[in-house]
């Protein structure tokens, strides 16, 4: 692999104070500058998470690769364990390869660390990663949180313990007994809710005695410390003195601390009013975070009433329940792990665990049927998609289990086609859809859905065999069910396989089938999907005037719509089509507007299309400096999706290579290659939209007067994409969170009818 | 097996609880373009996520794997309890796979 530029981190900012633990601080870092595999262990609500992060916060610039988290809290299946490290680096793995060994691959010679965040509940598949890669990756680091070690060669462990507690029995002065962390913990959360808060002689007795009840437990004294707003220090050692008394008083280990905790939990929820705990415990059917709006259509009824749900979030916030990242006028919240564990085993109490499971999946498949009318919001539609992927494929995993739901699961999967097609991940989406196959009966309309979808996937990731055989499957059912459906699916999805293998004839011959189809039956989806399939099989066959003929009007039908998804592809493919019939400036033209779409929903693999088509463009009129810059663009975001050249691509590819050598010679193509490859994304994209070419028409209407329409905070924002500033860095300078600043720009993108950040340049640019 | 039947096959069967202990199972899974490197990462996970559970005393050993280069296709071979641990093994390699089927083992004379 190349060079690259340093990645910024995701590791989070803090929301309060960290207190203490500074010895604990200091052997963190000490014990990873020699050590490749630390793991945190320790009970849980000790704050290893925080004592991690904090460590890699500190310690990140000594890594040119960055500090990554990866949560596991929301990974329930092993198998989504690469997935999850593949998010929190921001690579999108859509190869067809083990997803193991294509993060194998993406980390080898990257100096990075990551913090692997609550492994407990994945250990043997944390231990297997953690081992794998740091076989295969000599300068990756890992910081690993969990309530027990992973049991890896080459592990060294350390315990985190409770914080320092006064002890027992001895005369302490207040100045003494400030400096035990517990203390000092419960002192500075009390001020957040009791303003003035001092600890002084008359209530360091009992905030040392409620220290030692909690065991120094940092979660426990959070819990503890919001009741003070309502609750004495007396009246909190009493209320928790009845609670705890079941427990015994000797050996604290940690199983006892663990007790503690939970009986602390349950103290706390014993104080929340009826509709509270209902909240909660309802709560937890959700996987990583959560908005009101969703809060409000899964969870609430006569108990939980509608319209005392956000009172409800603001109290759970307030008692340390749940916590909360404001974004604007936007807000989102999440549970803990330890807490939301507590909620589930009281939700099944109740006897609602599965209602509210159920609930959560109608509320991903309303998401999803958004999604699925492709239109003019389909941008938007897959940045929010993508904000619930934990809640996606935690619904997904609950569909496995209950598969009377495997209908709705069917239409979840085609409504989420064009996000999958972005996004991915390629291999896990194939293995649920494989597994939901397996549920569905076997001669069903469903099943044979599933099959053609996993083919059209199989496409994607250049798996053509697979593709074959799955399409052929899928059609032998849905001719026995007649199903129309699974039919144009797996006939679409056919058609690029018979392609590869160099039937052209009889793609073209399942393409048009599915386009008769779809103006048959009115359905206009899949007649724009047969216009697409058709544009790409006859540019790739040399038919270059049919090609445009259908391009143009899958163009059209695309544009009246307002989707963004097939449009790139369609304009990447009448772009090839137009060049090759002579046309170089609105083939150019062309592939910059497909850039454009795809840049604009993430995604990659099509923005690798459009690149690669810009390269061969620039090589055709001799500019193999430019072409150089652009393959190695590309190959930049081939590298985030973990794809190579594609095998349709592969012919024209190389002989662009060949001619970009000839051009300029060896040595400089190697270097102008590494420049494109040193690209972020968005340099890619200016790059690829000079200044000097025509404008890309944008894929969405305009609006008029936009100069008067930005508020100041947006222009200010706007002047930092131009000065070409991530969405990290933006956030940093004007203190705000990075999801803020997505709201910001997703606000400055609709005002201004753009679609991507280089067309917020341009505009910046060409302000007065 | 025939090859489209691999890749048609979806993953996750149906389990059909417990079987004679030590009893053979056979895991498929299809690995399209397999490199050296890839077999070698996958040996490492198999074997390692094996013995996790084998030291824990859930009755599993993972004898081999054979790769069909041909059919993309890779066999493993593992005795268990029953076909749930060797479901369990096998996620907690990071491993996908097609099918786990309970096997007989025919020995040849020799």
Redesign the interface.
């Given at each position: 692999m190349g060079t690259r530029s340093p990645r910024p981190s995701n590791l989070p900012a803090e929301l309060a104070s960290f207190v203490g633990r500074r010895a604990e601080l200091r052997e963190v870092k000490r014990l990873l500058t020699t050590t490749r595999l630390l793991t945190l262990t320790g009970s849980g609500g000790a704050g290893k998470t925080r004592l991690a992060l904090r460590a890699a916060a500190e310690m990140a610039r000594g890594f040119p690769g960055g500090a990554w988290l990866v949560s596991l809290a929301s990974v329930q299946d092993p198998m989504l364990i690469p997935h999850a490290v593949f998010a929190a680096l921001g690579v999108q793995d859509l190869s067809a390869d083990l997803s193991l060994s294509s993060l194998t691959k993406y980390l080898a010679g990257r100096r990075l660390l990551l913090v692997l965040d609550n492994c407990e509940h994945l250990l043997d598949g944390c231990a297997v990663l953690a081992s794998t890669l740091l076989t295969a990756c000599p300068d990756l680091r890992v910081l690993a949180t969990s309530r027990q070690a992973l049991s890896v060669t080459g592990e060294v462990r350390m315990l985190v313990p409770p914080l320092t507690v006064p002890a027992a029995g001895t005369r302490m002065s207040v100045e003494q007994i400030v400096t035990c962390d517990a203390v000092w913990l419960l002192s500075e959360r009390a001020t957040a809710v009791v303003p003035g808060f001092t600890v002084d002689a008359g209530n360091v007795a009992a905030i040392a005695e409620l220290c030692r009840r909690l065991d120094g437990i940092p979660l426990a004294l959070e819990l503890a410390a919001v009741r003070l707003g309502s609750l004495s220090f007396d009246q909190l050692n009493q209320g928790l003195a009845a609670e705890l008394s079941v427990l015994g008083r000797g050996n604290r280990g940690a199983e006892a601390r663990q007790q503690t905790l939970e009986a602390t939990i349950g103290w706390s929820y014993g104080l929340l009013d009826e509709p509270e705990r209902r909240l909660w415990a309802r709560l937890s059917v959700f996987a990583g975070g959560f908005d009101a709006d969703a809060v409000t259509e899964i969870c609430s009824d006569p108990r939980v009433p509608a319209d005392q749900i956000a009172g409800l979030l603001g109290a759970l916030v307030e008692k340390s329940v749940l916590k909360r990242h404001l974004t604007g006028s936007s807000a989102r919240y999440w549970l803990l792990d330890t807490l939301r564990q507590y909620a589930r085993a009281r939700l099944r109490e109740h006897g609602e665990e599965v209602v509210y499971q159920q609930r959560h999946f109608e509320w991903i498949c309303g998401l999803a049927r958004s999604i699925g009318l492709c239109d003019a919001r389909q941008a938007d539609l897959l940045h929010r998609m993508h904000l619930e992927h934990d809640n996606l494929w935690a619904a997904l995993e609950f569909c496995l289990h209950h598969p009377e739901n495997v209908v709705d699961a069917v239409q979840l999967a085609r409504d989420l086609h064009a996000y999958w097609g972005a996004r991915g991940p390629y291999s896990d989406v194939r293995r649920i859809l494989d597994a939901l196959a397996e549920v569905a009966p076997e001669h069903s309309a469903s099943r044979a859905r599933l099959l053609a979808m996993s083919a059209t996937v199989a496409t994607a990731q250049n798996d053509f065999a697979a593709c074959a055989a799955l399409s052929q499957h899928a059609l032998r059912i849905a001719a026995d069910v007649q199903d129309t459906e699974a039919t144009v699916i797996a006939l679409s999805a056919g058609a690029w396989a018979r392609l590869a293998a160099g039937d052209v004839g009889g793609a073209t011959e399942q393409a048009e089938s599915v386009l008769s189809t779809g103006r048959l039956m009115e359905m206009e989806l899949t007649e724009l999907e047969g216009l697409l399939t058709l544009c790409g099989i006859f540019t790739w066959s040399g038919e270059l005037d049919r090609a445009i003929d259908v391009g143009e009007q899958g163009r059209a039908l695309s544009e009246a719509r307002g989707e963004l998804w097939m449009r790139g592809f369609l304009l990447t493919f009448l772009a090839q089509a137009t060049w090759r019939r002579g046309d170089q400036d609105r083939g150019e033209a062309l592939a910059r507007e497909a850039a454009a779409c795809k840049h604009a929903l993430d995604d990659r693999w099509g923005l690798t299309l459009a690149l690669e088509t810009l390269a061969w463009m620039a090589a055709g009129r001799g500019d193999h400096q430019r072409a150089t810059c652009l393959l190695g663009s590309a190959e930049r975001v081939r590298d985030d999706v973990t794809l190579t050249v594609g095998e349709l691509d592969r012919a024209q590819h190389d002989q662009t290579v060949a001619a970009a050598i000839r051009g300029i010679g060896q040595r400089a193509f190697d270097t102008a290659f590494a420049q494109g490859r040193a690209m972020t994304i968005s340099d890619g994209m200016a790059f690829a939209i000079d200044n000097s070419r025509p404008r890309p028409k944008p894929p969405t209407a305009g609006k008029t007067e936009p100069r008067t329409v930005l508020t100041r905070r947006e222009k200010e924002i706007a002047r930092l994409v131009a000065d070409d500033l991530s969405n990290r860095q933006i956030a940093a300078t004007l203190f705000l969170s990075e999801r803020t600043v997505e709201t910001h720009i997703t606000n400055i993108l609709n005002k201004l009818g753009l679609n991507s950040r280089v067309q917020i340049t341009r505009w910046i640019l060409a302000e007065p | 097996m025939s090859?489209?039947d691999?890749?048609?096959a979806?993953?996750?069967?149906?389990v059909s609880g417990s079987a004679a202990p030590g009893q053979l199972f056979v895991v498929e899974r299809?690995?399209?373009?397999a490199s050296a490197?890839?077999l070698s990462?996958?040996q490492?996970?198999l074997s390692?996520?094996a013995v996790?559970?084998g030291a824990r005393g859930d009755g599993i050993r993972y004898l081999c794997s054979i790769f069909v280069a041909r059919q993309?296709r890779l066999i493993s071979l593992f005795t268990a309890d029953d076909a749930e641990t060797v479901r369990?093994v096998n996620?907690?390699?990071?491993?996908?796979f097609?099918s786990i089927e309970a096997a007989v083992e025919l020995r040849g004379p020799g």
């Open positions: - | 090859h489209d691999v890749g048609a979806p993953a996750r069967p149906p299809r690995l399209p373009k490197q890839q990462l996958l490492s996970a390692g996520a996790r559970f993309d369990a996620q907690a390699a990071l491993i996908p097609g």
